[in-house]
């Protein structure tokens, strides 16, 4: 029997979405009020969904136990009140989209949970957008 358990969890962070071998008039184009030179925050919700067997010993597909600290260590301190572009690793190649930003969390969390589990985040940016990413 297959189920997928789902865990919500929250960070804020700021960004800035430009290219620097790109002008400002292209800049502005491409990515509008995201492209504030100045930055500004989003309150970042996202799910995770990790789906398998259940065990038959535990009844469980992943101790949530485990996986809610998995998050937080994972992600919610590594990415909370950060400036993404200038704080984190990840994003001095990468340009901090919501897009980007779920490909992170799936591998910050997928290097942490056996092979069979499946793995899939949805990251809300704002309440009416959201990204999905299951690691194709
Ligand atoms: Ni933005």
Known sequence: ???TV???????AAHRLYRKDWDDAKNEEVF???NNPYFHGHNYNFWVEVTGEVDTDTGYVVDMKVLKHLIEKEVCKYLDHKNLNEQVEEFK???P???HIAYVIYNRLRRHL???LDL???LFETERNCV???GE
């Open 93 to 95: 190649t990468l340009i």
């Open 32 to 34: 509008g009020l995201c």
């Open 120 to 122: 899939k985040i949805t």
């Open 97 to 99: 989209t919501a897009e």
């Open 1 to 3: 029997m297959r189920v």
């Open 6 to 12: 789902k865990r919500k969890a929250h960070f804020n």
């Open 132 to 134: 999905s990413y299951s």
């Open 114 to 116: 056996k092979n069979k």
